[in-house]
């Protein structure tokens, strides 16, 4: 996709992505990418979502979705590393909406993959969507999240994004639930080696950020705190990728 021009991008994403009108300003979203590791190979979780959503309908896609700033005010036994808050809250941003981002992601993991981010302790908020942590014991953390890639959905949408892409490994989850999230956004979870996952029906972009992914990997298997991450985004009619 890097170099490509817009037009060519929306040829490509044109069965992914219904047209929107008009310029639409992109809103903040967190996804979170889960890994584990089974042999010599890392998995990631992919979930299909429903064929009536009017963005990226019936894609494999990670667990994710628009952030909510109110999440910044759930309390966390541990907070992001200073190295990954920084990196978050780059630019324009703020400690807050990096700690926003990051429990969004967690939040959304938790209510379309039924999979909790924490430690095994009690907790308790006044917040319905996080009420499902409380009942499991599941205090939220945020100090093993790493981020890992950002995009920002080309105009010409009916939903656009800047979304944050974020990960962690299976051994950060505290609970599993047998029945998947509550919301059933997600048809179909799976675990796929990255190479399956690239090869499956996924957007255009989802594929770009796994070869990111992948990449890095190879050279830092534990995704250490603070690294560069590829920023995708379209630049005066083309597609762009700075490292930031």
Same mark, same amino acid.
């Given at each position: 996709m /890097? ?9 490509i994403?044109? =069965?992914d *992505? =219904?047209?929107?009108r008009?310029?639409?300003r ?5 996804t979170? *990418?889960?890994?584990e590791?089974? %042999? ?7 979930g299909r979502?429903h064929r009536?959503?009017?963005?990226m309908? %019936?894609?494999f896609?990670? +667990?994710?979705? !628009?952030?909510?700033p109110?999440?910044s005010?759930?309390?966390v036994? /541990?907070?992001?590393h +200073?190295?990954?808050?920084a990196?978050l809250?780059?630019? !324009?941003?703020?400690?807050?909406r ?5 429990l969004?992601?967690?939040?959304e993991t938790?209510?379309e993959a039924g999979l909790?981010i924490?430690?095994?302790r009690?907790?308790?908020t ?5 009420? %499902?942590? =409380?009942e ?8 093993t999240?790493?981020y890992v890639? !950002? =995009? *920002?959905t ?20 505290a609970?599993e ?7 059933q956004?997600?048809?179909?979870l799976?675990?796929l +080696? *990255? ?5 499956a029906d996924i957007?255009?972009?989802?594929r ?14 534990e995704?250490? +705190?603070?690294a560069?991450?590829?920023? @995708?985004?379209? /630049?005066?009619?083309r @597609?762009i990728?700075?490292m930031?």
């Open positions: /890097h170099g490509s021009t817009r037009a060519e991008i929306d040829k994403e044109s =069965a *992505i =219904a047209r929107g008009g310029p639409l992109p809103r903040d979203a967190a979170l *990418i889960l890994l590791r089974v %042999g010599g190979a890392v998995r990631v979780l992919m979502r009536g959503h009017a963005f309908p %019936g894609k896609v990670f +667990p994710g979705g !628009r952030t909510d109110s999440d005010r759930v309390p036994v /541990h907070g992001l +200073p190295d990954e808050e990196k809250a780059a630019g !324009r941003s703020t400690a807050a990096a700690r926003a981002i990051a969004s992601a967690v939040r938790y209510e909790m924490g430690l095994r009690g907790f308790s006044g917040r319905p969507e996080w009420q %499902g942590f =409380a499991h014991g599941v205090h939220p953390s945020l100090e999240l790493r890639a !950002r =995009a *920002i080309p105009p010409g949408r009916v939903r656009r994004f800047d979304t944050r892409f974020l990960a962690a490994w299976r051994g950060d989850v609970v639930l047998p029945g998947g999230g509550p919301t956004e997600l048809e179909e799976v675990w +080696p *990255i190479a399956d996952a690239k090869a957007p255009a972009i989802t770009s950020v796994l070869d990111s992914l992948e990449t890095r990997l190879s050279v830092d298997p995704l250490a +705190p603070g560069s991450v590829p920023f @995708f985004r379209m /630049h005066r009619n @597609f990728v700075d930031c």
